[in-house]
């Protein structure tokens, strides 16, 4: 009997060692190295410089050392020297000194601490471990709003991406460089230009004269294109990306928020086989029309070119296709059609403003981070058609867009790196210019802003029942071709026969052209 009591008490002894329950768990944390981190920065003057990029008030584990780092914050914001006693004196102004456990716990902190030669490596210990707890502390909100049944999932999807993008940019640090590498990355890119025949440096665009004054468009960088409706928005960027893809080979991604993926693709065979777009939609071809049509929609195949038609596309979202889309077809480029149809859903903002300006700044940093350049459309405000009528010339020029014109948000400007707007005086039923040159059927590229390099004015070529804009100096050419090339239908397998309609006969007299 004496045994079993003694096996009992052996038995109760070995079961209390181990946890009262096997799924509890201790928040990350690391309040050794938090008071090692504090004794620190109050004996050394220069230690608080090595942590304050890593650490906040909230990195802290317990209260009381965010209060501690919360003053020692103070003083250096005032620059104010940081020791034992200046601590001390700051938490007492801010009636804090005994919640954080009076002078003799400050005392006890600088005393278990020799140096502060290890202060910056356990900062960022300090620091990962604050990040898995509000990692935690987040899934588990998400985790229970996901078992909540009058919640919409695709809401909570989009508001847990938003978060998390929110926590990585609160924690992305990136280190600084000493200036060899960077030179040397540049000579490269010099170089590289100097090879190339046409003398650019960025991706080319098809459109010569812009091509000059911006070198090509270049990686990092973020574009606004911006004008009132109807002037050719889609138009243009979609010939660009159309002489890109096809005439370069550069792999393109093109979101469009406004308009399907098959509207753009009518759009993109309208500019392609210079056929009306009226015709197109409607499938009334004369036969020279569908012999071109069946001829030249051959470019457009194989073309890397890829469009994402997503309706009311979140800035994080967008973040995570163009990753995948970098990753896996080597995208050079993308544009996006058009910026006020975005949203940053996930995130709260007190107004359209400051969702607008977190969507700008977003797609700046998206450009850096996959190190290519990023076109974006966007809207301007009214107040381009209130400057004036358009019976003078003067009234003319005062329809020129300007940047004060961006709808919605300043931040626009401020984020993008050049900004362009398109401007067709034909629209405005003016046809001559200053010096009365016929200027029907062009249209104006404004520089506006160049981050990088001279702004001024480009003269394009607008073809409106093409969808097309192109140099001054092209020429619509004859198709006429040497030898018969394969044609798009013998290419996909669809010959003109039962389950296609035959395209008209071309009467007599009709000549191509």
């Known amino acids: 009997m004496a045994e079993q009591t003694r096996r009992g008490k ?24 938090e008071e090692a981190v504090l004794g620190a920065l109050m004996i050394e003057k220069d230690a608080y410089s090595l942590v304050s990029e890593l650490l906040r008030p909230q990195s802290f584990y317990e209260h009381r050392h965010q209060l501690l780092y919360t003053a020692i914050t103070n003083l250096a914001i005032s620059q104010q020297p940081i020791d034992l006693l200046t601590v001390k004196n700051e938490l007492e102004k ?24 290890h202060v910056e490596f356990h900062a960022r210990i300090i620091a990962q471990k604050a990040l898995a707890r509000e990692l935690i502390s987040y899934s588990n909100t998400i985790q229970g709003k996901a078992f909540d049944e009058t919640q919409d999932v695709d809401d909570l999807m989009q508001e847990a991406e938003g978060k998390l993008f929110e926590i990585s940019q609160q924690n992305l640090k990136k280190d600084y460089t000493q200036i060899n590498p960077i030179v040397e990355e540049a000579y490269k890119q010099i170089q590289i230009a100097a090879s190339r025949t046409t003398g650019l440096s960025g991706l080319e665009t ?58 753009l693709v009518n759009r993109l065979i309208a500019n392609t086989c210079e056929i009306e777009s009226d015709k197109i939609r409607s499938g009334r071809l004369q036969r020279h029309e569908w012999e071109r049509l069946d001829r030249k929609l051959n470019d457009l195949l194989g073309a890397p070119l890829y469009i994402d038609d997503t309706p009311s596309l979140s800035v994080f979202e967008l973040r995570t296709k163009a990753r995948r889309l970098v990753r896996e077809h080597d995208v050079k480029i993308i544009f996006i059609d058009y910026l006020q149809l975005m949203n940053a859903s996930g995130m709260s903002y007190g107004n359209r403003q400051e969702e607008v300006s977190t969507i700008s700044r977003s797609l700046k940093g998206l450009a850096k981070e996959l190190n290519i350049p990023i ?9 381009v058609e209130s400057r004036g009528s358009a019976d003078t010339k003067g ?15 300043g931040a626009i400007e401020q984020d993008a790196d050049m900004v362009c707007f398109i401007h067709r005086p034909e629209y405005y039923k003016i046809y001559t210019d200053e010096n009365g040159n016929d200027i029907r059927g062009q249209a104006e590229i404004i520089i506006a802003k160049h981050r990088n ?9 607008f073809i409106g029942e093409y969808t097309r804009f192109q140099n001054l100096d092209d020429e619509l050419l004859a198709n006429a071709l040497a030898s018969k090339p394969q044609t798009f ?17 071309m009467p007599d007299g009709d000549v191509p052209f």
């Open 395 to 409: 009234d003319a020029n005062s329809r020129r867009p300007q940047l004060s014109d961006l709808r919605e948000s």
């Open 489 to 505: 239908r013998s290419k996909m397998n669809t010959p003109i026969g039962n389950d296609s309609p035959a395209p008209p006969p």
């Open 94 to 117: 801010e009636g804090t000194l005994g919640e954080v456990g009076g002078p003799f716990y400050i005392t006890q902190l600088t005393s278990k601490v020799a140096s502060a030669a």
């Open 206 to 263: 098809g459109f010569h004269d812009l091509d000059k004054i911006t070198s090509g468009w270049q990686n990092s960088d973020l574009v606004i294109i911006a004008a009132r409706p109807a002037m050719g928005k889609t138009a243009f960027v979609l010939s660009m990306a159309k002489n890109m893809a096809v005439n370069y080979k550069y792999p393109v991604a093109f979101f469009s928020l406004e308009m399907s993926n098959l509207q």
């Open 10 to 33: 052996g038995q109760r002894s070995t079961s209390s060692a181990q946890p009262v329950n096997d799924y509890g768990r201790i928040p990350p944390q690391a309040t050794d190295l």
């Open 453 to 461: 390099g001279a702004v001024g004015d480009v003269h394009l070529r």
């Open 375 to 383: 076109i974006a459309l966007s809207q301007l405000n009214r107040s």
